[in-house]
């Protein structure tokens, strides 16, 4: 059976070929992720899902010449299970993985929009799970404790309306920043502001992280790893100082009723390895949130009202994982960890645990 073509789908193809006989220079290129499994957490159901993230991205550039070019990057976000799109506990856009434009030279890289910030786009080498598994991931669950980056939307990782540069390697040696000029008379109290320096040589890697959003909360990073041979050892310290007059989302969010640290201090540690043999990977990692995740922000969203605190007091997590490669682009695995808690919480718990079993397929 013939289909023919309509007259808009007829332009539009006109208009791409047009388009890539003019531009020669240009290039696109379609890449993401797919993720589904098995996943299990206590008092949970078993539920065939997305242990990790799903996303497809489109990025191009375009040779300006002298060593320049324009660049984008637009990466939408789903779930795999049933194809809507991903789930979240806030309003997210369609394009939330990244919608930037930009240019890169010899002096780095600019880029205007959507994008993470260095604080949280380049923390996640220090994580065997790489801060994209939700069920083993240390730094999914303890990494900057509380902190959004954008407290009005809010948004954990992403900063919206915003500028972003990424200096070329100097000795092993680059330095990110992001920025947003924009400044909400009615709601924000200041701009958002964030940096990283980072360092990659040989078989060391370090990380300086630092990041204020609009409420004048502040958080740091701390992260280094070191390989020897095929067993890699990777750590991280997170320090969030939450600002008083930032409790826009009221005092279970902000900790400020709840948490044992009258200064209203956030704190966290991972430390993890990796041993990497042939196609197999085997991944260990264990951290420490020294104050405790507020109600319903944990691993299996318990909540505190019995206990009298509204959370879950000094929370530590073990995780093992086990991964086979059958090849480049598709990965089977596997996951447990265990997350205990200091109060007791209203189903009477003070531990969980979970488990995935599950294929990966990048592109």
Request: charged share 20%; no cysteine.
């Amino acid at each position: 059976m013939r289909t023919a073509l309509t007259p808009r789908v007829a332009a539009l193809t006109a208009l791409v070929l047009s388009s890539g006989a003019l531009h020669a220079q240009s290039s696109v290129t379609i890449d993401g992720w797919l993720d589904a499994g098995i996943m299990k957490k206590s008092g949970g159901p078993t539920a065939l899902g997305t242990p990790g993230r799903n996303y497809i991205a489109f990025s191009g550039s375009e040779d300006l010449g002298s060593g320049m070019a324009a660049t984008f990057r637009l990466s939408h976000r789903f779930e795999l299970d049933t194809g809507q799109v991903e789930n979240s506990d806030a309003a997210r856009p369609f394009w939330k993985g990244e919608a930037t434009v930009g240019l890169k030279g010899g002096f780095g890289s600019v880029r205007l929009g959507r994008a993470l910030t260095p604080l949280w786009d380049l923390a996640w080498k220090f994580d065997p799970w790489y801060n994209f598994e939700r069920i083993a991931s240390p730094q999914w669950w303890h990494f900057a404790p509380d902190f959004l980056t954008d407290p009005q939307t809010r948004e954990y990782s992403r900063l919206n309306n915003g500028i972003f540069y990424d200096s070329p390697a100097m000795g092993g040696f680059s330095a990110h920043v992001s920025f947003s000029p924009e400044k909400n008379a009615l709601t924000d109290r200041t701009r958002s502001i964030g940096g990283s320096l980072n360092y990659d040589g040989g078989n060391l890697s370090l990380m300086l992280g630092v990041e204020r959003n609009s409420q004048k909360d502040k958080a740091l990073f701390l992260g280094a790893s070191y390989a020897f041979g095929a067993l890699q050892l990777m750590g991280g310290y997170n320090h969030v100082k939450l600002d008083p007059e930032s409790a826009i989302f009221g005092l279970d969010w902000t900790n400020w009723a709840g948490a044992s640290d009258p200064k209203t201090k956030r704190t966290s540690l991972q430390l993890a390895a990796t041993y990497a043999q042939g196609p197999h990977t085997y991944r260990a990692g264990v951290s420490r949130d020294f104050q405790g995740s507020t109600n319903a922000f944990n691993f299996i969203g318990s909540t505190f009202d019995n206990a009298g605190t509204g959370f879950s007091g000094a929370s530590s997590m073990f995780s093992l994982g086990y991964s086979y490669s059958i090849s480049k682009r598709t990965t089977l695995y596997a996951n447990v960890s265990d997350t205990r808690w200091k109060e007791t919480d209203d189903n009477g718990r003070r531990s969980a645990a979970g488990y995935d079993l599950g294929m990966s397929h990048s592109f």
